[in-house]
């Protein structure tokens, strides 16, 4: 199992594109790995045959364990084997492609293991049938699913994962199209790697370092007049994301304590802007980073942050785009939450939340009119970044946003 990570502690393995038997060369791809932030290609350096796979799809190994042997054919690997087996504790199997198998009430065949023949039989009850893929019948154990309740909507009617998956039980109701759970109803949703190393990376940060948090209010109608001309003049669509991305990149220019990490015997001050971006994903947050953002402009900031966007929802981004940051910021304004604080991305020194654009009655020239604000709030690590380093780089920031125009200067 390679470590395609500076964090990664173990590895999922997505998806075999080889079997045993198969000659490989080197260059060859010969899996998908799902790390702790992305899903990445695996490729051989070597040549020969692959003689061993030692852990199936879906499965999760720690990083230098074996997971696959190559060699020449016939040679005897069972040394390799033993020492495998002996550091997992488990015996791994060759993958194999699931063929479907009929459950029935003597499902005591060597073809099946014990533990599903006794699951499948309590399931069904006595002498019923069914025809399900291995997969579907596991997940069905896992849910105590009965499976004579389940229509199978495979070939000649067999239950796949997906009728296991979409199955509702007679205690539900479908009520005005929402399905409504009349009993007592729960599942379990096993913790992905990229889940797990969240919990474990934010748990660490949250309780190593001590955050302060900071929020202002800005007002936001020349930001909007901004953005609406820009795109009209240049013919370029931006978001409000991008203009706040450009303006933190130049505040933490002036303003470099702030971009700065801490280490025991020092604080290390970044003259280099790395900003990370916190996109959501369907198994948790990933923070792909625009490197050199001070540098760049504001097209370029939308063009990068969609790109990252679309490739961190498939799996795609290399770790080399989701490492390095030097502060990170994470948005929330466009799912309508007014304000709110984040945890700290170690090893960075504070992240700024940015909340939605509110129409609300200011106060401006001793007179209450209608205008638009946002709220920000930065959290910061009390051991690098103190308060007034904080506050000297929001009022820095204030300038920015409520000015628009100097991003331009």
């Known amino acids: ?26 260059g060859d791809i010969l899996a998908e790995i799902e790390t702790d932030k992305a899903t990445m290609e695996f490729e051989s350096f070597h040549e020969g045959e692959l003689l061993y796979i030692g852990i199936k799809e879906g499965e999760t190994a720690p990083v230098d364990s074996i997971i696959a042997i190559i060699g020449k054919k016939g040679e005897n690997i069972s040394s390799l084997i033993n020492v495998s087996e002996s550091k997992s504790k488990k015996e791994p199997e060759p993958v194999k492609e699931p063929e479907p198998v009929k459950v029935t009430e003597t499902l005591n065949t060597p073809n099946l293991q014990k533990e599903e ?14 025809l399900i893929s291995p997969l579907a019948n596991k997940l069905a154990i896992e849910r105590g699913v009965d499976l004579s309740q389940v229509k199978g909507t495979g070939d000649n009617g067999r239950i796949v994962k997906r009728d ?22 729960s599942y379990d949703l096993p913790n992905s790697t990229m889940r797990k190393s969240i919990a474990k990376r934010l ?19 020349n930001m909007i007049s901004f953005r609406e001309q820009y795109i009209n003049t240049q013919n370029i669509k931006i978001s409000y994301n991008d203009i706040i991305a450009k303006a933190v990149a130049l505040s933490l220019v002036k303003n470099p304590k702030v971009n700065s990490r ?28 625009i490197q050199f953002a001070s540098s760049k402009d504001m097209s370029q900031i939308n063009t990068q942050v969609k790109d990252f966007a679309e490739r961190a929802k498939n799996k795609k981004l290399t770790p080399a785009e989701i490492e ?3 502060f990170t910021i994470s948005n929330l304004g466009m799912f309508g939450i007014e304000s709110f604080t984040s945890i700290i991305n170690q090893p960075n020194s504070a992240i700024l939340s940015i909340g939605s654009i509110i129409e609300k009655p200011i106060v401006r020239d001793g007179e209450v009119v209608v205008g638009n604000t946002m709220k920000l709030t930065l959290a910061c690590d009390h051991r690098a ?22 991003i331009l200067i």
């Open 324 to 326: 390095g940051s030097t």
């Open 117 to 130: 023949t006794k699951s499948a039989n309590d399931l069904k009850g006595s002498g019923s049938k069914v």
């Open 385 to 406: 970044v103190d308060g007034a380093t904080g506050s000297s780089f929001l009022k820095t920031l204030k300038e920015y946003i409520e000015n628009p125009v100097s």
């Open 1 to 26: 199992m390679p470590r395609l990570s500076d964090t990664m502690e173990e590895g999922t393995l997505a998806k075999w594109f080889k079997k045993v038997g198969d000659s490989i060369n080197e």
């Open 164 to 185: 296991i998956e979409n199955y509702k039980p007679a205690t539900f109701v479908n009520t005005n199209n929402m399905i409504i759970a009349t009993e007592e109803s």
């Open 203 to 221: 748990s660490e940060s949250k309780f190593t370092a001590p955050h302060y948090y900071l929020t202002v209010e800005f007002e936001m109608d």
């Open 262 to 289: 801490w280490h025991d015997n020092k604080i290390e001050i970044s003259e280099h802007v790395h900003l990370g971006v916190a996109v959501a994903v369907e198994d948790g947050l990933v923070v792909p980073v």
